[in-house]
């Protein structure tokens, strides 16, 4: 059973001529097709075996640095450093693709912009030739990435979330704006199916995690990825599989909440590699304690784990404030676990479910959201009740470990899209329709930097659109399109096709070809 695709899914697919039926040699080893931005995504983490980078006519390629990823014109990766044969090491840009004949396709050949490239790496090998060449006839070599990827790529896609990678853009009002003027009813239509699509788009990846894993552990993976804040997402993944869902269970059988809480602190904050660097001795007494309890549950525990474990490498603290530091977020992870437990978070998901269904009415569906927040909310409790990081000084009131701001983006883009998903793999089409119509009365959550250049581009305004924006569903609208049209046309506003679903709002097409 496929999950089901969305109106605005299909529109797009026939507008932008992108069909799911394409070459063998564009599919991953399943059958899921892939953007050039999740191809940038794996080089730019360095997601591949560096021992089996050869460029396709046989030469070994040493990555020395991936290069910073290029937020305006050229080539996708600049000053990256590579090393290509037995030649000397080169600073110099590389270019990111899903086959290798997009360099022609793109016209980069005829480019001068592209001409110092080093690189055309690509997802796969689909052109004759082994090399490619720039404006001036010069080659350049390429490098065909799937066969240095030794996880599924379907595993590697579902374990990145595209849009926190680097971005920026100039913001400037794009054509869609004029399209839009007289057309605010259109917009809205059209910014609204692009939404629900935004949401199904969460809820389908969490389906094909669902192909391998059971529900409770996609579902237990998900609200842990929740955790971390945007740098630190893929490791709160990455601890969630070395503290998994069992453990978490067990603990939920067999010890009270309070005790299940420390337990599962000490898991996490050891499994994380960061709490071996915390310096028990210089702390006052109420954090030595803590440690020490800590130290014991982490040495009774630690046997009941799979490795391996994270390093403090694996985490970012740069650019984070305190109140958002991995190890509260653990705290904050492991107070909701003791508190609620998998299955009483399996069941909030069901209930959920039913009471939406039985309800309509926009009010009743703010009540219903007010009070899953408040389930979501956790208090600072126990050691952090007044403290914000281990060892830092005490106060009077800590802020909660997850405030009503975090447990409303937990709600809608986590528990919202897991019910979606529970929907499609029940064939539940009510429930579906309902999770859609519960999102479309959602509040929005802080503006996402995308929304603002969005905002800017479709509005022409920093504050334009304010009442159309007041709704989550149209924000999470912008983010969509900008990922299906404006990150592939930022740099040629002309050829985007949004105008054109701007123009025919209600009026577009669902089972034809592409609007005319």
């Not at 199916?193 to 529900?215: C, V």
């Not at 709160?236 to 069992?246: G, I, K, Q, S, T």
Request: aromatic share 8%.
């Amino acid at each position: 059973m496929e999950f089901g695709k969305s109106r605005y899914y299909e529109i797009r697919e026939k507008l932008l001529f992108v069909s799911e039926a394409r070459p063998e040699a564009y599919m991953t080893r399943k059958y899921v097709p892939i953007p050039e931005r999740l191809v940038r995504c794996i080089w730019y983490d360095q997601r591949f075996n560096k021992n089996k980078l050869f460029t396709m006519d046989g030469l070994p390629v040493k990555v020395f640095s991936q290069g910073e990823w290029n937020m305006t014109g050229g080539p996708d990766f600049l000053e990256a450093m590579v090393q290509i044969g037995d030649a000397d090491p080169v600073k110099a840009p590389v270019e990111i693709h899903v086959r290798s004949s997009d360099w022609h396709r793109h016209g980069h050949h005829a480019n001068s912009e592209f001409r110092d490239v080093a690189l055309n790496i690509s997802m796969w090998h689909d052109d004759p030739c082994a090399v490619v060449y720039n404006d001036l006839n010069e080659p350049i070599a390429q490098v065909e990435l799937c066969g240095a990827i030794d996880e599924e790529l379907l595993d590697v896609a579902s374990e990145i979330d595209m849009e926190n990678y680097p971005f920026a853009s100039s913001s400037r009002v794009g054509f869609c704006h004029k399209a839009m003027t007289g057309r605010e009813a259109n917009a809205a239509f059209v910014l609204e199916l692009a939404g629900q699509e935004r949401l199904l788009g969460k809820a389908r990846r969490y389906w094909r995690e669902l192909l391998r894993r059971p529900f409770a552990d996609v579902m237990y993976r998900a609200v842990m990825e929740s955790m971390g804040y945007r740098p630190n997402k893929q490791a709160f993944r990455r601890l969630a599989a070395c503290v998994p869902v069992d453990v978490v269970r067990s603990l939920e059988r067999d010890a009270a909440p309070e005790q299940s809480a420390i337990i599962l602190e000490a898991l996490l904050f050891g499994a994380s590699g960061l709490f071996s660097n915390v310096p028990v001795d210089a702390f006052d007494r109420e954090t030595a304690d803590y440690c020490q309890a800590l130290a014991a549950n982490w040495a009774a525990h630690e046997n009941s784990l799979a490795g391996p474990f994270l390093h403090k490498k694996d985490w970012t603290h740069r650019g984070v404030r305190p109140a958002n530091f991995p190890l509260r977020r653990m705290a904050a992870a492991a107070h909701l676990w003791a508190r609620l437990g998998v299955r009483g978070m399996e069941r909030r998901i069901i209930a959920l479910g039913e009471q939406i269904k039985q309800e309509r009415d926009p009010e009743a569906h703010r009540k219903i959201l007010s009070s899953l927040v408040e389930d979501l909310h956790q208090p600072a409790e126990g050691y952090w009740k007044h403290r914000i990081s281990p060892g830092g000084a005490a106060t009077e009131s800590a802020p909660s470990l997850i405030g009503k701001s975090h447990a409303l983006s937990m709600a809608l883009n986590v528990i919202l899209p897991l019910l979606v998903c529970r929907a499609g793999r029940q064939g539940d089409a009510e429930l579906r329709e309902a999770a859609l119509h519960f999102f479309g009365s959602a509040p929005r959550l802080d503006q996402h930097q995308i929304t603002r250049i969005m905002r800017y581009r479709l509005f022409g305004d920093v504050n334009g659109g304010r009442e159309l924006l007041r709704r989550e569903i149209i924000q999470q609208g912008l983010i969509q399109v900008f990922f299906d049209f404006c990150d592939e046309n930022v740099r040629d506003c002309a050829r985007c096709r949004f105008p054109e679903l701007l123009r025919l709002g209600p009026e577009l097409p669902l089972g034809g070809g592409a609007p005319d």
